[in-house]
Every structure is written in structure tokens, then in C-alpha cells.
């Protein structure tokens, strides 16, 4: 008999299933590289702004030396930006470490998590590796039901995940909704607030969670350089919380988490508005680019807040499979969300025009098939 190293909890992880790599897919389906379009991850269609990669040109300089722990240039940032004092800043190796970072500073094994029915796989990951109780709350309208979220806390409830909006579904929470969940969550229990997407919300929409986070010492909000900044490769995020929160974190964090050049990038991106505004813009042109060909296709899809929309593709459970293969035929790459229990839906990405119209023409073709 072989012997089973660790706990049963951690054996029972089924790992991350990201997006597939392009290098990967030319070689399985024995395609060329540059005629690859990949719109699984996503990634910002613009790739990374010009201004971080000349920070980071001049951050290669010292890549010799360990990185400022403490991340004194970002987090300077970040004040400048938000208004919160360092003190309340925790930098991430991406914004993925933050959510980590969170259960595992504040669940203990048998405790519960509360997250809602199909929103980002990680919590789930989060939540097994510290080997608590998950408590999923079913979707209303594939987003978060807050009302039922708040009648799941248990008195061993510890941490709650919210993404607003969500990945893979692309909801969104209005703030009145979110300010109502916070004012009757109990305060031993830590909500999460996951803003991965809050750059893309059309201004009328944006609300201001920081102020939340002064009036509510138990909630985190995390934001990443990932999406909207264009630097999902350096793996830069960050979480702002109280200092009774925020000490937690910082005491179990790897002291060097976040690398030199992710550090030197994201002080540039904070500051780029420029790049920020045109990711913006490219990503509301080609989520209407996407959505009127859906239309036109007659296919269901659900309203998107981020940068990515869910489509169903058929009414079968195997026709996310199978028109996933289909694509991926064709050298085009998008994210198919059986693990989240959605069989018959596609997640697609906003990528550039042409990569969108390569993406609508491939479907066509394999939707009239
Ligand atoms: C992409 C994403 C993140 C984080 O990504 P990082 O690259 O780790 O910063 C976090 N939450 C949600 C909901 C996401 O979709």
C-alpha cells in the first residue's frame, strides 16, 4: 500500500484550471503561434502599458537585490491614489495571494467560508487548503443572492467571498446592496470584497468601497494590476483593510511575495489614467462587438460588468466541450466552465476587434455545422 502523504483535505483539491497557454494549443493542434487568438484568461487585449514597461527596464538594474518587502514606492502609491494609509495596505503576488492570504489568517480547519454558487474558483481552492467546511450559496440570476448569503452564516462562519462583479458570470452587486449585506454581517466574520473588475464599471456605477472599509473594520477589499492594468504576468494585487485585518495578513505573507519588477510596473500603471481609460474603451467596444453578434446569433448570454461574457453555446451539457474543441480547432482559445457547473456556456474574453471577429466568424462556422 502506497502511503497518502497529507491531510485528506488537501488531497481532496482539484487543481486550477486556467486558461490554455497558445505555445500549448499550436503544439497539440499543430497550429502556428502568431495565428493563435487566445480569450481565456481575461487578459487585457492591449497587453501591458508602455509606461510599466519602462519602469520596469530600469527595475532590472537592481534585480540583483531583494525586493523592498515592505513595498514602501507602491504602497506610497496606492495612498496617493485611494487615500488609505500604508498601514492598510497588503501587497499580493497577485491579487489571488490576497484571497489566500485570507483564509488562511482567519479560518481554521472545520470552520466555514461562505461564496456563492458559480463565482471564482479560487475561494473554493482557498477554502480547502485551510481545510474548512464550504458553504456555497446557490445563484440567483447567475450572481451572488445576498440576502441568502447572510442566512447561511453559521456561528462558525469566519470569511465570505464576494466578487463584484463576478468571474465567470460577469454579474454585478449594486453598491445600496452590498453596503445593506454589510451592515448585518456580524463583525467576527471577514468579508472579502473582490473588485478584480471595478476598473471596467461605467462611471455612474463605481461606488466607494474604501469608504466602506473605514466604517467596517472586518471587511478587505482586493484589487489586481491583472485585468484592467494589462499585468497579469507579474502577478501584483493588493487588499485594503484595517490595520486588525490588514497586521494579519502582513504577518504571514511571504516577506518577499511581491517581485521588483511587479513592484516598479504596477507604481507606473497606478498612475497611467491614460491606459487605464483606453482599456476601458476597448473593452465596451468589443463587449458590444461580441454581445450584437450573439444577438444576431440568437444565443443566450449573460450581461457582463468585466471583461469577459458567458454565452450558452447549446442546450446539451456537452456543448461547452464540444465547441470548445471545435474552437481550439481553429486556433482560437476561450474558457470552458464545466467545473463551475455551467456545461452548456463559454466564457469569452474582450479581445481586440480583429481577435473578436475571429473569434464570431470560428463560431459561426461551427455553430452551422
Ligand atoms: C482574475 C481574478 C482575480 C485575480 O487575479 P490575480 O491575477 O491573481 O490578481 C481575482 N478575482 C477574480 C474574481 C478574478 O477574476
Not at 503544439?27 to 481565456?40: P, Y
Not at 534585480?63 to 498601514?87: C, H, M, Q, W
Not at 494579519?248 to 519588477?261: D, E, G, K, M, T
Amino acid at each position: 500500500m502506497s502511503i497518502e502523504f497529507g491531510p485528506k483535505y488537501v488531497r481532496a483539491i482539484a487543481p486550477y484550471q486556467g486558461g490554455k497557454p497558445i505555445a500549448e494549443v499550436a503544439r497539440e493542434f499543430g497550429l502556428d503561434e502568431s495565428n493563435i487568438v487566445k480569450l481565456a484568461s481575461n487578459e487585457n487585449p492591449l497587453g501591458m502599458p508602455e509606461s510599466a514597461r519602462q519602469a520596469m527596464l530600469k527595475a532590472v538594474a537592481e534585480i540583483g537585490r531583494y525586493p523592498d518587502s515592505n513595498g514602501f514606492e507602491l504602497k506610497a502609491a496606492i495612498t496617493a491614489k485611494y487615500g488609505v494609509p500604508p498601514e492598510w495596505i497588503t501587497l499580493g503576488n497577485g491579487s489571488n495571494d490576497i484571497l489566500e492570504l485570507a483564509a488562511h489568517a482567519f479560518v481554521q480547519p472545520g470552520q466555514s467560508v461562505i461564496y456563492a454558487q458559480y463565482s471564482f474558483a479560487v475561494y473554493a481552492l482557498a477554502t480547502q487548503a485551510v481545510g474548512a467546511q464550504a458553504i456555497v450559496v446557490a445563484a440567483k440570476n447567475y450572481g451572488h443572492d445576498l440576502d441568502a448569503m447572510a442566512r447561511a452564516i453559521t456561528a462558525d462562519t469566519r470569511l465570505i467571498f464576494i466578487a463584484n462583479p463576478n468571474n465567470p458570470t460577469g454579474t454585478f452587486l449594486p453598491a445600496a446592496e452590498i453596503e445593506a449585506f454589510l451592515k448585518i454581517v456580524p463583525p467576527q466574520v471577514v468579508v472579502v470584497l473582490d473588485e478584480a473588475y471595478n476598473e471596467f464599471l461605467a462611471p455612474e456605477l463605481q461606488y466607494e468601497s474604501i469608504a466602506w472599509v473605514r466604517q467596517y473594520p472586518n471587511l478587505l477589499v482586493s484589487r489586481t494590476l491583472s485585468k484592467a492594468y494589462g499585468l497579469a504576468g507579474l502577478r501584483i494585487g493588493f487588499g485594503i483593510a484595517q490595520p486588525s485585518i490588514t497586521d494579519l495578513l502582513n504577518r504571514i505573507r511571504q516577506p518577499f511575495n511581491v517581485n521588483s519588477l511587479a513592484q516598479a510596473a504596477a507604481v507606473a500603471a497606478l498612475n497611467d489614467s491614460a491606459f487605464l481609460q483606453k482599456s476601458a474603451k476597448v473593452n465596451a467596444d468589443g463587449y458590444r462587438q461580441l454581445t450584437q453578434a450573439f444577438d444576431a446569433m440568437d444565443l443566450e448570454y449573460v450581461p457582463s460588468f468585466g471583461n469577459f461574457v458567458l454565452v450558452r453555446v447549446g442546450n446539451e451539457d456537452t456543448a461547452g466541450a464540444r465547441v470548445n474543441i471545435a474552437l481550439l480547432k481553429q486556433g482560437v482559445i476561450v474558457r470552458p466552465v464545466g467545473n463551475y457547473g455551467l456545461p452548456q456556456w463559454l466564457r469569452i474574453s474582450v479581445g481586440l476587434p480583429e481577435e473578436n471577429a475571429a473569434f464570431i466568424a470560428a463560431l459561426k462556422k461551427i455553430l452551422a455545422a
